[in-house]
């Protein structure tokens, strides 16, 4: 695992397809098993109304960008700006 946080896009005519995105996320809830508990690494976002598969872990990060987007990136970037703190705070390298 190369980075610091995954950010899983959800929609209905990406997430209903087989093929890469699938792929992608199995392999990102496979790295996300590996990262300490009390670190946030899975990031989901629905776009639209759009039921997120069960077996993608719903937890405080979940992030709505319908029907207010500004307050949705707003949400993501303060997500990631408090979890870069407790990572600083543990003296834990970012990902390179």
Known sequence: ????????????????????????????LSCASSVPLDEIFFIPIRFENYIVPARVPGKLQDVD???????????????????DGIRRRKSLPLAV
């Not at 695992?1 to 990102?28: H, I, P, Q, W």
């Open 65 to 83: 960008l319908f029907p207010d987007w500004d307050g949705g990136l707003k949400k993501v970037v303060a997500i990631i700006a408090r979890q």
């Open 1 to 28: 695992m190369t980075s610091d946080f995954f950010v899983a896009c959800f929609f209905e005519c990406a997430s209903t397809k087989r093929g890469s995105f699938s792929s992608k996320l199995r392999y990102a």
